[in-house]
């Protein structure tokens, strides 16, 4: 069997000590395909592993660069000076992907009310960015990874309002999507793919409600994530995630769609091959 990790974070510190060898387990495991995602920071990381290791692809988001939060007091003033940066932001973005063909994705686009009051005005900045972030996805010809915290209908009406009908094949994929169903079914029916998490082994209501997701979602538009090193399959919820854990996702998605396990692991790979161009 075949796994694609469309969604990980192996530049945490948590990966510090054993990094190479569990990427050589891992791929002994099946796990074929990694989109590793980071920031600014972990860049040179992400890049020297990239170069490293033929399964390992990259998921970039450049704001952080670029002093968003500085930014964020104040959109209505500096609506000129945020163009001139998305534009700098593309030109950049464009010459390291032209250097780094496994820059694959771009993201995380964001959008979360986990730890803000969701407030008119912060609705208002949170929906600003995400638009922009949209933006230089596209401008750039990359996926968008979005990430959607507590942040259901907002995330939805900016992607909807932002969507281009006629984009290509592979405009987006709801990372960790944790939605309702039925919207799920709206997202797919706009081109973009829903990426389901261990959190799918949870007996939660996230848990539960993304079995329920599961059930509506078809599999020629479902990809799969860790997310590691957060959201842990059960039974091994209290450890660090990696790609290894991802049959527990595969076997619990096959289970409820009365497939074989064989079948989630080759559409979800072929998915996110499709989705990510590679
Ligand atoms: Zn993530």
Known sequence: MR????HSHYTDRKFNRDRHELFVEMQKEGVAYVVDCFGAKEMNLGLSLAKKHN???MCINAWDHYGKDDLDINIESNVSLIDKL???TVIKLKKLCAENKKIVGY??????FRRTEKTP???RKAAFWLSKDLEVARKVGLPAVIHSGNADQESFDVIKKTDMPDYDFGKGMMHCYLGPPKMALDYIDMGYLISVTGLVTHRSARGKNLVEVVKQVPLTHMIIETDCPYLTPEPFRDRRNDSSLLKLTVEAIADIKSVSPEEVAELTTANAKAFYRI
Do not use: I, L, N, P
């Open 3 to 6: 796994y694609f990790d469309a």
């Open 121 to 123: 005005d912060e609705v």
């Open 55 to 57: 399964f390992y692809y």
């Open 86 to 88: 998305v534009d700098e």
């Open 107 to 112: 993201g995380e686009c964001w959008m979360d």
